[in-house]
Every structure is written in C-alpha cells, then in structure tokens.
C-alpha cells in the first residue's frame, strides 16, 4: 500500500502518541470523520495500526511497526537526514551501520563516495553497498531474524568487537525527554550498544516520528552520541538535554536552500 500525505500524518501521529481518535484527526485535517475511518481501516488492514471504538491505536511497546511499514514511513525525511549525514563521513572513513530505515537511506546517500570500508549486520545495507566503487562491505555473522533480514545474537556482537572505527551510523526506535535512547528488542540492544562502543564518532539518526516514541529496551544516553541528525528541530527542552550531553545536533531543513538565493 502506497500512502497518501494524510495517511502518512495520520499514521505518524498515531505511532507517537499512541492513539488518536477519529473526530480530533478529521478536525487537524479538515476532512469528514468518513474519510477518516476509510483511511483507518486501510491502515488497519495493512496491520500499520490497530482500530479501536473511536480512532486507532499504536501497536505496543514491546514490538515495532512491520518494517514494509517503516520503509514508507517519514521516507523523505529520511532521505533529507541520510544527505545531511553523508555530507559529514569523509571518503576513506571505516564505518558501523546497524539495523533501522533511516541507516539504509544512509547507506544510499553514500553511493558516491570512496575508499568507504563499511561493517553492518543490516543485509540491507550490505546489499547496496557492494556494488559502490571501491568500497569494502563486511557483513556480521549470528542469527538473521525473518522479519527484516538483520543480523543479531552473541556471534554479532563478538564480531563487532574485533574493530574500532571512525564512525558508526545508529537508528533508534525512541528518544525520551530525559535522552534516553530506547528499541524494541534486547538482541538488537546490545547489539547498537555494542557498535557505540567501537566507533570514535557515533550519528544517531531519528526523524521527528522517534521523540518520545514508547519502546522497552533502554540503549543508552544521549550522552554516548556525538551528534544527532533529525529532520526537525526537537524543540527547546531538547535542545537544552542535547546541549547538556554535549552531543551536537543536525536538522536537515536547515539544510535546504533558500527558494529566494
């Protein structure tokens, strides 16, 4: 299923908030509550989001939206982060990029660059990336899971431990307002907090979608992150936990040009 604008919003808003009802999403877009359950019920069937009597809901807590689902979801935004992030890995640089959308449009946005030698458990990534002019892919080895095709388990993190690198490229499923970073599954974890661990520079990359999202896992701390690339400013109370952290902050519509230059 290929989203409109509306049900892209729609879909966004309810996966922050965890759940909206239909009466206060026809009146944010100006639509009938009609359109709105039509637009509910699609999603529903795609199992994007649960209906419930009045609106619909977030999946849980303890497990992410179908990654069909997040290959559409905020897609421009990450591509606007993935430039942003490209613009600041130099050629030649070693790189960790772990599972997540937002590290596979990375990986895009580094098609023209060189020299890159690029370790991942995402097969994703590992995919596109071998084809690139001189660049290096090595993949991890461990337990590959059905849903998306990451790589996981002791054997992964073993693996990564055996490296250090210039930079890792890091998704997230949840920033809190205290900057804890969160996903959904333990093996994923550790295996994101075991990258951190081995790379000089750490990019979290996260679209606005990530701020205050709820997930289970606790990943570790703001603190821990060079620099944070989103799509739009976090507000000020974030800026001050970022600003706290030390951890420098990118936002990719900024970056846009100036219709009027």
Not at 31 to 57: C, F, M, W, Y
């Amino acid at each position: 299923m290929i989203l409109n604008p509306r049900q892209q919003e729609l879909l966004e808003w309810v996966q922050r908030a965890g759940h909206a009802t239909v009466d206060e999403l026809a009146q944010h877009f100006g639509v009938t509550p009609q359109t709105i359950r039509r637009d509910i019920n699609q999603l529903a069937d795609e199992r994007k989001l649960q209906r419930v009597h009045g609106g619909a809901s977030a999946h849980s807590s303890v497990e992410n939206v179908a990654y069909s689902t997040r290959q559409v979801l905020c897609s421009n935004e990450k591509e606007g982060i993935a430039r942003l992030v490209a613009e600041h890995i130099p050629n030649h640089a070693s790189v960790f990029m772990n599972l997540g959308t937002t590290s596979e449009a990375v990986a895009r946005a580094l098609a023209h660059h060189t020299g890159l030698r690029i370790i991942t458990n995402n097969t994703h990534i590992a995919m596109t990336m071998c084809h690139y002019r001189d660049c290096e892919v090595i993949l991890a080895g461990g337990v590959m899971r059905p849903k998306d095709h990451g790589i996981v388990g002791e054997a992964t993190i073993e693996f990564i431990r055996q490296f250090k690198v210039d930079y890792a490229v890091l998704g997230v499923a949840c920033i809190e307002a205290d900057g804890t970073l969160r996903d959904f599954e333990m093996r994923e974890v550790k295996t994101s907090t075991a990258i951190m661990a081995q790379a000089r520079h750490v990019f979290l990359v996260a679209d606005h979608s990530k701020f205050g999202r709820p997930s289970l896992v606790e990943m570790g701390h703001l603190r821990q992150i060079t620099a944070l690339f989103t799509d739009r400013h976090p507000g000020e109370a974030m800026a001050t936990v970022l600003n706290d952290c030390n951890t420098e902050l990118y936002v990719a519509s900024d970056a846009l040009p100036n219709d009027g230059d």
